[in-house]
C-alpha cells in the first residue's frame, strides 16, 4: 500500500493509507520523527512506494485491482 506525506505538527511526516505513522519491521518511525522540509519527506515516501512496487508480484498486483473493483479495498496477499 503506497504511503504518503502529511505535515503533522511542525513536521512532514510519512504516513500509511490509514493516516497513521509509517513503521519499519521494529516498530519505529521509518521518518525517524518527521523531516522539517516536505522535499525530504516526498522523498523518502516516493523511495519506499517504488521499493513496495518492486517487492511486490505481478499476480498481487492483478489481484488488489480485481478487489478494488470488486470490493472497494484492497486485500492483503501476504497472509500465510
Do not use: Y
Not at 502529511?6 to 493516516?19: C, F, T
Not at 521494529?26 to 521499493?51: E, L
Not at 518492486?54 to 501476504?78: H, K, P, Q, W
Amino acid at each position: 500500500m503506497p504511503v504518503h506525506t502529511e505535515k503533522k505538527g511542525d513536521k512532514w511526516r510519512i504516513l500509511d493509507p490509514d493516516d497513521s505513522v509509517t513503521k519499519n519491521n521494529s516498530g519505529t518511525a521509518v521518518d525517524g520523527g518527521g523531516h522539517d522540509a516536505k522535499s525530504r519527506a516526498i522523498s523518502q515516501a516516493q523511495a519506499i512506494n517504488m521499493n513496495m512496487r518492486r517487492e511486490s508480484s505481478i499476480e498481487d498486483r492483478i489481484v488488489n485491482c480485481l478487489a478494488i473493483r470488486i470490493f472497494g479495498r484492497r486485500i492483503d496477499t501476504n497472509k500465510g
